[in-house]
């Protein structure tokens, strides 16, 4: 009867350090994006959709020089234009936040 209750109580043990584990690791990636608490006054440009750009491909190729991340830029994209997903398409006008030097030199 000790051997059962024995075992049973490793599981246990195994199954809470599972759960807190994996609480820790869903609380630092949900973190871990460091989405902005408030937006930022940024220029903006107009941008025209072409095929197969997403706001992932838009945000990293348009980030340079930026001091927010392609996962915020992408939060502050979609939030800025009003999207309730990440799906844009060929020929949409949406508006990215431009890089003062960027909007200078242009």
């Given at each position: 009867?000790?051997?059962?209750?024995n075992?049973?109580?490793?599981?246990?043990?195994?199954?809470?350090?599972?759960?807190?584990?994996?609480?820790g690791?869903?609380?630092w990636?949900?973190?871990?994006?460091?989405?902005?608490?408030?937006?930022?006054?940024?220029?903006?440009?107009?941008?025209?959709?072409?095929q197969?750009?997403s706001?992932?491909?838009?945000?990293?190729?348009?980030?340079?020089?930026?001091?927010?991340?392609?996962?915020?830029?992408?939060?502050?994209?979609?939030?800025?234009?009003?999207?309730?997903?990440?799906?844009?398409?060929?020929?949409q006008?949406?508006?990215?936040?431009?890089?003062?030097?960027t909007?200078?030199?242009?």
């Amino acid at each position: 009867m000790s051997f059962i209750l024995n075992k049973v109580k490793k599981s246990a043990d195994a199954s809470i350090f599972i759960l807190i584990l994996s609480a820790g690791l869903f609380f630092w990636t949900s973190t871990a994006a460091g989405e902005p608490k408030e937006m930022k006054e940024y220029i903006t440009s107009e941008w025209t959709v072409t095929q197969g750009e997403s706001l992932w491909s838009i945000a990293t190729s348009n980030g340079i020089g930026s001091d927010m991340s392609t996962e915020q830029m992408v939060h502050w994209i979609k939030t800025y234009n009003n999207l309730t997903n990440e799906t844009i398409y060929p020929g949409q006008k949406i508006h990215i936040p431009v890089v003062l030097d960027t909007f200078a030199s242009n």
